[in-house]
Nanobody, 129 residues
């Protein structure tokens, strides 16, 4: 059972990247998937989540990325994508994807770090001005 995050890189402010979170050993479509990031000197921050626990896809975004980051899921590829546009230097961080079995949670817990069982290894995103 493994999650692998990829797609990070170094870009200029205003450019775009697409991160991928691919699962092996389990069907990622049965899981809610979230992205977290850790910037230098800061704690890990939840930034987005796709959750189908209630029978339809719900998307959650932190205010810091709302309108710029978009989640999507390709079950055939067992992958969740995080499309990031209009990147800013403050988006520089290591990005992690994580998965938890679909369970209806209170909104405040949907992106709670301790609810996630499986974690990818992280991919570095660096945005320069």
């Amino acid at each position: 059972v493994q999650l692998q995050a990829s797609g990070g890189g170094s870009v200029q402010s205003g450019e775009s990247l697409r991160l991928s979170c691919t699962a092996s050993g389990f069907a990622l479509g049965d899981y809610a998937v979230a992205w977290f990031r850790r910037a230098p000197g800061k704690e890990r921050e939840a930034i987005s989540c796709i959750d189908d626990s209630d029978g339809y896809s719900q998307y959650f975004y932190a205010d810091s990325v709302k309108g710029r980051f978009t989640l999507s899921r390709d079950n055939a590829k067992n992958t969740v994508y995080l499309q990031m546009i209009s990147l800013k230097p403050e988006d520089t961080a290591v990005y992690y994807c994580a998965a938890r079995l679909r369970t209806t949670l209170q909104v405040m817990d949907v992106m709670a770090l301790n609810k996630y069982n499986y974690w990818g290894q992280g991919t570095q995103v660096t945005v320069s001005s």
